[in-house]
């Protein structure tokens, strides 16, 4: 981002000069190889751009040891993850931004980027698939979110906490992934699946107009998977045609499974045919459903990839094949 002749700042530069704005990356001693491919707001990608976008990975990765995805940080959560889904390669695939931009006084942009350099070229990022670095952070990205609308700390992972750390110029990691989940195919554009945000006192209006225009749907529903009572025959129909995911809108923790019992509890609604979401939040269980929605629509395997992405089933049921110890 530069400043706009209209007032503000906006995309302008060039993958060249943000290389060239970081310091120190010459003593590094790593190969670079810049690729232009959008030069879009975070705020206006979509599911087709970050699919081109896996797909221009796939066919580099044999000739590079990691890759790096800069873009604003409105959509990082939602892009890193989609990638992630969708990278089966071994080599790491990082992405970056800045909260601060280069017309502000200590511009984060040349550190991210930098870190993100040195991340992308660890081998120990082999097999962990699609990562956020930021702040000197490595977040996987299934858990990471966007927490703050300015801090350059807004990236953070509630469940489970980072990766790792870049220390003294090294990318440390803490801890890995045991498995990852990856997905046969290439993401619609076509698909509706909205998020529906339960509230107080919520009159189900939004869900009734909702209903016959959807392909999906995602419930951020109340405390560990609760709605009001009288949302649930509307629910209950709706699953009958379509998927619908239980996530909770809390921010951190998983939906539970067994321990409510009322009207409109989280046993309630996966007895009606709702698949729970696990640990993963709203946002990127809409992106699961979107990238499963595009390579299947039977139900027993939509649940089943849920179970294990969400983290409340063994990964083995993750329904297609992956070994995060084999290089492909």
């Known amino acids: 981002m530069t ?9 302008a530069l060039t993958a060249e000069q943000l290389i060239a704005s970081v310091p120190g990356l010459a003593d590094t001693g790593i190969a670079v190889d810049v690729v232009n491919f959008r030069q879009t707001p975070g705020a206006s990608l979509t599911i087709d751009d970050i699919t081109a976008l896996a797909d221009t ?7 590079v040891d990691g890759v790096v995805v800069t873009q604003g940080t409105d959509t990082i959560e939602e892009t890193a993850y989609l990638l992630d889904l969708l990278h089966t390669a071994p080599q790491p695939v ?3 931004g800045a909260m601060r931009n280069p017309t502000l006084a200590g511009p984060d942009g040349p550190a991210n980027l930098l870190a993100a350099i ?4 660890s081998p120990h990022l082999r097999h962990q698939g699609c990562v956020v670095v930021f702040n000197d952070e490595i977040h996987a990205a299934r858990r990471v979110r966007k927490t703050h609308t300015t801090s350059t700390a807004t990236f953070s992972s509630p469940n489970g906490g980072p990766l790792g750390y870049l220390v003294e110029t090294r990318a440390r990691l803490l801890n890995i992934l045991a498995h990852r989940t990856t997905i046969p195919a290439r993401s619609r554009n076509d ?3 909205p998020i529906l945000t339960i509230t107080l006192g919520d009159d189900g209006s939004a869900l009734h107009a909702l209903a016959d225009h959807i392909d999906g749907l995602v419930v951020a529903a109340l405390g ?4 009001p009572a009288h ?12 998927p619908v995911v239980l996530a909770s809108r809390t921010g951190a923790g998983s939906v539970l499974e067994t321990t409510y019992g009322f009207p409109g509890s989280e046993r309630d609604l996966l007895a009606r045919g709702l ?10 269980a809409r992106i699961l459903l979107h990238t499963l929605l595009s390579a299947t629509n039977d139900r027993p395997t939509i649940h089943a990839a849920f179970a294990a992405a969400g983290g409340y089933r063994d990964p083995e049921t993750w329904p297609w094949p992956t070994d995060p110890s084999k290089d492909h």
């Open 3 to 11: 400043t706009s002749p209209t007032g503000g700042v906006a995309p």
């Open 57 to 63: 990975i796939t066919d580099r990765a044999a000739d």
């Open 94 to 96: 990082v992405v970056t």
């Open 118 to 121: 040195r991340t992308a070229a």
């Open 191 to 193: 698909l509706r699946i």
């Open 224 to 227: 560990a998977g609760h709605v």
């Open 231 to 242: 949302l649930v025959p509307a629910l209950e129909t709706l699953a009958a045609k379509i």
């Open 275 to 284: 698949a729970s979401a696990g640990y993963l939040d709203p946002i990127k």
